[in-house]
């Protein structure tokens, strides 16, 4: 039999992860979401490998200095932030930071605040506009986000858009990039922040 026959006759047998394949025929569509848990559902989901994401919760949101320098503590980072200019942010202490109003190249923290999270998948999605510059986002190494528990909703088609004029863009992000193209190594971080930190907001 040549290689050529062999190639197709195996083709033609039976699948031999046929098992698998049918269960992937059989299961829902979605992973089933406890609608009455959306916290929970979606810290579960940021707690997942392919997500790789951390997080803290804060009662109000003048504690929002004081969660983000125990982190950077955590994490042996400097207390510099870029610091969005959204007027929600203007009631918080940021005596404590070197902050910066534009991102460089090589900006090591940035804070964003997400306008709804996904339970279903922990994704969190922004919008760009004036008080939302897109672009430090994905040029930090620490991507900090707020989150309010209440945007959080259950599945990705229940994340509307807002009504009225839209942003230039949306985009979504699901944890932190990672590759393995650099001789089969796994490398986090390798199109964007290399560490992803939610805090939610809870009122």
């Known amino acids: 039999m040549s290689a050529r026959d062999a190639i197709l006759a195996r ?3 039976d699948v031999p992860n046929r098992a698998a394949a049918n269960l992937l025929l059989v299961a829902p569509e979605r992973p089933r979401v406890d609608e009455t848990a959306l916290k929970a559902a979606f810290l579960d989901r940021l707690s997942l490998p392919s997500v790789n994401a951390s997080h803290d919760v804060i009662g109000n949101i003048t504690d929002l200095p004081a969660a ?3 982190y950077l503590l955590q994490q042996g980072a400097a207390p510099t932030l870029f610091l969005p200019p959204d007027p929600r942010l203007d009631i918080c202490d940021w005596s404590g930071f070197t902050l910066h109003d534009s991102a460089s190249p090589d ?3 940035a804070l964003a605040i997400a306008r709804c999270g996904v339970a279903e998948t922990g994704s969190l999605i922004f ?4 008080t939302a510059p897109m672009l430090p986002n ?3 190494l620490y991507h900090i986000v ?3 528990v209440r945007s959080i909703v259950p599945y990705l088609e229940d994340a509307s858009f807002p009504q009225g004029p ?3 863009a949306h985009y979504w992000v699901t944890g932190v990039s ?3 193209d650099i001789e089969g190594t796994y490398v986090r971080g390798a199109h964007g922040p290399r560490f992803l930190h939610v805090i939610l907001l809870k009122k």
């Open 146 to 148: 707020l989150l309010d």
């Open 138 to 140: 994905f040029l930090a």
């Open 11 to 13: 083709l033609k047998g």
């Open 127 to 130: 919008e760009t506009g004036p």
């Open 68 to 70: 983000i320098a125990h």
């Open 178 to 180: 990672g590759t393995t």
């Open 107 to 109: 900006e090591s923290v």
């Open 166 to 168: 839209q942003p230039r």
